[in-house]
C-alpha cells in the first residue's frame, strides 16, 4: 500500500509524516453498505468488493453483486494503482478548495472507476495525459464546521519507478456492459403508435429572464398556451405529466381532477419520456389527452429551486471532490472520448457556432450575435477543456404539449404532427460509473428504440434535435443515433453539415447553446421538432426532396448522461 494506518490521521510513506486535515464543505457519511469503504480509507486501505463467483470487483458499494445478484462476496484490498481515464481542471473556486484544482476518474488496475482528485501535481493539462499512471493517495479531511473527519481515496502521479497499469482496464460497473440491449420493435407496435399525436405545443409568453413567475405559474402559462394552440380547455385534459413541479400543482392550478398522472423526473429527457408514457397511457386507455407541462426559473431563481433528496452514492462519492454542478460533471468524460479519437478543442467550438448561427434567424433565441471558434476559445475557462461558450445558457421559462389520438386531434384546432417512434433508458445516476466514457449507452438505447419503432432509417431524418447542454452533447448523439461513427461527431459538425443546407440540420432553434436553457432543455428541443415538422419554425428547414421536414426526432439526456429518451415525430404515419 501507499499509506498506512497512524493514531490521528493517515501517514504518507514518502515523508513518515501525518498530514494536517483538508477542510471541506461536504464529507462523506457513511451508509450501512459503504462503511467498510470509508474504514479502509482512514487505515490507508482501498477496499473494493469482489463477487466469488463471478471473480470481478465492483465499485460503488451495495450489498450484493450487480451482475449474479449474489452475496457470496468478499471484500478485497486493491493494489491503490491505476490510470487517469478522464479528468476536468476547474477554474473557479469552490467550498474548501482553490482553483484551478483537479477532479478526475481514475480506473485501478482491477477494473473498477471512481472520481476523486488528483494531487501532488501541477493542475496542468500539458502534463496529465489521459493514461497518465496514478496511486492511491488517502488523505484526512474535516468539515468546515469542524464536527465530521473522513479520508478521501485521493490519487497521485504514480512514481516514475512502478510499472504502468496494463491498458485497456474493463468498465467500471461490470455488469453495465453485460445488460443485453432492446430487439428491435415489431411491426406492430409501430402500426399501433402511428395514431398518436401533438395538437397542442407552445412555449411560455417570455423565454430569457422572466422574474415575476414562479416555476409553478411558468408551467400554468405554458400549459394555457398550448391548450389554446390545440384549441381546446382544461376540462378536455384527463391526464398530467410534469417535472420539476408535481403534476398535483398543475392539475390543481388548472382546475381539474385527471385520472391519470405521471410525475418522471430524470432531468432534462424527462418530457420525451412523457410523451412515450403519454402515448403508451392513451394506448390502454387510462387516459385520452395528456398535458405534457415544464417551467424553471433557472435564472431568476423565483420561489427557489425545487431540490430533492441527495442520492446517499452520489453524496459520498461525488461531491466531496469540489464538483460544482453540469460543468464539472457532465464535462468529466469528455477528456477520455476526445483522447481516444483525436477531437479537438476547435471541434468543440464549431459546435456552439453552429448553434449560435441557426440562432440568428431566431427572434426569441437570447443570444444572436455571430460567433466564431476563437471567440468561443478566448471565452472565460470554466472546466478545461470548457469555456463559457461551451455551456448552455441560463435562463427562465418552459413548455408544454398536448398529446391525444389522431382521431380526436380531427376536432380540434392543432396541427396535428404524429408521434412515430419513442425510446427510454437509464444508465447510471453517477457519471464516473458509465459503461464507457466515451460513449452513452442510454442514448444508444432510447435513440435505437425510437428509430426501430417508427421503422426508419438515418437516412429519412430530416430534421435532428440532439439536447445540447454542452457541446459535446449533441456529439454523443451523433454517434448514438449512428449518424456517423465513433468519434466522428464533433468533425461532423465542424464540417458543416448541420447548417442551413446541411447534411442534417440540428438544433435550429439555436438550441441551449444560444436559444433558452432553463434547467431541463428536452422540452424546448420537442418544440422546436413540432414547429419544423408543421413548418411553422423562424429557421425553417426546407429539405431537398421538397416536401418539408416529414421526420423530425428529439433526442434528450437527463442528469450527467444517466437517462435518455428520444422521439421521433412525423407529419403524418410512415
Not at 479520508?151 to 468498465?171: E, I, N, R
Not at 432543455?521 to 421538432?529: C, D, N, P
Not at 423530425?552 to 437517462?563: D, L
Amino acid at each position: 500500500m501507499t499509506a498506512s494506518g497512524h493514531a490521528g490521521g493517515v501517514t504518507d510513506t514518502r515523508s513518515g509524516e501525518v498530514p494536517d486535515p483538508l477542510v471541506r464543505a461536504v464529507i462523506p457519511r457513511p451508509t450501512p453498505e459503504t462503511a467498510f469503504f470509508w474504514d479502509g480509507c482512514a487505515r490507508g486501505e482501498l477496499l473494493m468488493q469482489h463477487c466469488v463467483p463471478c471473480d470481478a470487483p465492483w465499485f460503488p458499494p451495495q450489498r450484493f453483486c450487480p451482475r449474479c445478484l449474489g452475496d457470496d462476496i468478499e471484500t478485497r484490498a486493491m493494489t491503490g494503482r491505476g490510470r487517469l481515464a478522464s479528468y476536468v481542471v476547474h477554474h473557479r473556486d469552490a467550498p474548501g478548495f482553490t482553483a484551478p484544482y483537479v477532479i478526475a476518474l481514475v480506473e485501478l488496475d482491477e477494473g473498477p472507476r471512481l472520481l476523486t482528485n488528483l494531487v501532488d501535481c501541477a493542475a496542468d493539462p500539458t502534463a496529465l495525459p489521459v493514461g497518465l499512471p496514478v496511486t492511491f493517495r488517502p488523505t484526512p479531511v474535516v468539515s468546515s464546521d469542524g464536527r465530521h473527519t473522513a479520508t478521501l481515496p485521493l490519487f497521485a502521479p504514480a512514481d516514475a519507478t512502478l510499472d504502468a497499469p496494463p491498458p485497456g482496464v474493463g468498465p467500471s460497473r461490470f455488469s453495465v456492459a453485460d445488460t443485453p440491449e432492446p430487439a428491435a420493435v415489431p411491426k406492430a407496435a409501430r402500426q399501433r403508435r402511428q395514431h398518436v399525436v401533438i395538437v397542442g405545443a407552445a412555449e411560455t409568453t417570455e423565454l430569457g429572464l422572466i422574474p415575476d413567475l414562479t416555476p409553478v405559474e411558468l408551467h400554468l402559462d405554458a400549459a394555457r398556451n398550448a391548450l389554446a394552440d390545440a384549441g381546446i380547455s382544461a376540462s378536455e385534459i384527463d391526464g398530467v405529466a410534469a417535472a420539476g413541479v408535481s403534476p398535483l400543482e398543475v392539475a390543481f392550478g388548472l382546475g381539474i381532477t385527471p385520472g391519470w398522472v405521471d410525475a418522471t423526473m430524470v432531468g432534462g429527457s424527462s418530457f420525451m419520456i412523457h410523451v412515450r408514457h403519454a402515448l403508451a397511457a392513451i394506448e390502454a386507455g387510462l387516459a385520452t389527452c395528456v398535458l405534457i407541462t415544464h417551467g424553471e426559473s433557472g435564472r431568476s431563481r423565483v420561489g427557489g429551486m425545487p431540490m430533492g433528496r441527495r442520492a446517499p452514492l452520489i453524496e459520498q462519492f461525488e461531491l466531496p471532490y469540489g464538483v460544482m454542478g453540469p460543468p464539472t460533471m457532465f464535462t468529466l468524460p469528455v477528456l477520455a472520448w476526445m483522447d481516444r479519437y483525436g477531437v479537438t478543442e476547435h471541434d468543440l467550438a464549431s459546435v456552439a457556432v453552429a448553434q449560435r448561427r441557426w440562432a440568428a434567424d431566431n427572434p426569441r433565441a437570447l443570444k444572436r450575435d455571430p460567433l466564431s471558434v476563437d471567440d468561443v476559445l478566448d471565452s472565460t475557462m470554466v472546466a478545461w477543456p470548457f469555456r463559457k461558450l461551451m455551456c448552455c445558457l441560463v435562463t427562465d421559462g418552459g413548455g408544454a404539449l398536448v398529446v391525444t389520438t389522431a382521431e380526436r386531434a380531427a376536432d380540434m384546432a392543432g396541427s396535428a404532427v404524429h408521434v412515430l417512434g419513442t425510446g427510454e433508458a437509464a444508465e447510471t445516476p453517477m457519471v464516473s460509473q458509465m459503461a464507457d466514457l466515451s460513449a452513452s449507452r442510454a442514448f444508444r438505447i432510447a435513440g435505437g428504440r425510437a428509430l426501430a419503432e417508427a421503422g426508419i432509417g438515418i437516412g429519412d431524418i430530416d430534421h435532428l434535435m440532439a439536447y445540447d447542454a454542452f457541446v459535446h452533447t449533441p456529439c454523443y448523439a451523433l454517434e448514438a443515433l449512428g449518424v456517423v461513427g465513433p468519434g466522428e461527431g464533433a468533425a461532423f459538425v465542424a464540417e458543416g453539415n448541420t447548417l442551413p443546407g446541411g447534411r442534417l440540420p440540428m438544433n435550429t432553434n439555436g438550441g441551449g447553446l444560444s436559444y433558452t436553457h432553463t434547467g431541463m432543455y428536452g422540452m424546448f428541443a420537442l418544440q422546436e421538432s413540432v414547429r419544423q415538422v408543421r413548418g411553422t419554425a423562424p429557421a425553417q428547414v426546407q429539405p431537398a426532396h421538397g416536401d418539408g421536414v416529414r421526420i423530425s426526432v428529439a433526442h434528450g439526456v437527463g442528469g450527467m448522461f444517466a437517462a435518455s429518451g428520444t422521439i421521433v415525430l412525423g407529419a403524418q404515419p410512415s
